[in-house]
């Protein structure tokens, strides 16, 4: 059960195990491009191309037909990687061993939506995948197995979700294979990792160097990070921690480093609207002095 890419490596792990996969449960497909043409997620493409078959529910919650006919497939277990739909008590009770979910930190930090780029936003150290078998709370459960990966200060969140989506294949088919003994969730320490919006996404110069840099790192490519320069919006997709000072947002000089709250940004890859990325100083070549602030 998953939609997204992070869960095809898993997936295919488990069917490369030899695994029987008596169903497969995605998004059901949506509207892309610009004929808007009906498009299988990517779980949906990987499950067609090994012969699976797949379900595609729009809901669960009330839908108790789609219950008896989850409770009819007469499941050893049901593997959960970033399916999108909430599974009600009724689909949680119904495999042998219980729903795994395959959840992308250590729990219980960063339980929710975005526990990727909460970890690198956060400065944490590392994060992992955490096994769980799941419960009606929101990645409550008790857990079954945890790995853990490092985070540098050049990890991005596409680096991290390629790391992890791997990880979680190999955590996965190890549970599958031994299922180790539930272990329940420290009392304290749990935090909340939001669905991501664009108003995460602004850059506010009054704010650190390390942490803005952290913000950039952890929002691209979606929903990114920007501000506003010289009357227009410039998405910020690069940049490096350097030591200078000045007016929260003043421009500093032609590598167009940037001053913030404390410390300064050079801005090494930026994007105007409707334009081709470029390097920041290359892009600063062509705005006329005296530089504005960024706001």
């Known amino acids: ?20 996969i008596a169903c497969v ?4 497909p949506r509207p892309a491009g610009r004929g808007h043409t009906l498009t299988p997620c990517p779980v949906h493409a990987a499950a067609s191309a090994l012969g699976l078959p797949v379900r595609g529910p729009a809901r669960l919650k009330r839908d108790t037909a789609e219950h008896a006919a989850f409770a009819a497939l007469n499941l050893d ?11 009600p008590a009724a689909m949680l009770d119904a495999p042998r061993l219980g729903c795994l979910n395959i959840h992308a930190s250590l729990l219980p930090r960063w339980r929710g939506a975005a526990p990727i780029q909460a970890a690198i936003m956060a400065g ?17 459960g008790p857990m079954l197995l945890r790995g853990t990966v490092p985070i540098t200060n050049e990890t991005t969140t596409p680096m991290l979700h390629d790391q992890l989506a791997e990880m979680g294949a190999r955590l996965i088919v190890q549970t599958l294979h031994h299922i180790p003994p539930p272990v329940p969730q420290p009392a304290e ?10 108003d995460d996404a602004r850059i506010d ?10 913000q950039i790192r952890a929002l691209n490519p979606w929903p990114g990070t920007f501000c506003q320069f010289a009357g ?6 690069a940049a490096t921690p350097v030591t200078a000072a000045g007016e929260p947002g003043q421009v500093l000089d032609a ?20 334009r081709p990325a470029t390097s920041g100083d290359a892009f600063l070549r062509g705005v006329p002095k005296p530089w504005p602030n960024l706001t």
């Open 124 to 140: 944490d150290a590392e994060t992992g995948i955490t096994i769980m078998r799941m419960d009606e709370g929101l990645d409550t």
């Open 189 to 198: 320490g749990a935090t909340y990792a939001a669905k991501l919006t664009r």
């Open 232 to 237: 227009e919006t410039l998405k910020i997709l």
């Open 77 to 87: 277990a049901a593997v959960v990687a970033a399916y999108g739909l909430i599974l």
């Open 205 to 214: 110069w009054s704010r650190d160097a390390v942490s803005l840099h952290r």
């Open 25 to 28: 449960y995605t998004q059901p």
């Open 255 to 274: 590598s167009f480093t940037v001053a913030s709250g404390s410390g300064a940004l050079r801005l090494d890859r930026v994007q105007r609207a409707g």
């Open 1 to 20: 059960m998953g939609s997204p890419a992070f869960a095809v490596p898993a997936l295919q792990a488990l069917h490369a195990a030899g695994h029987e």
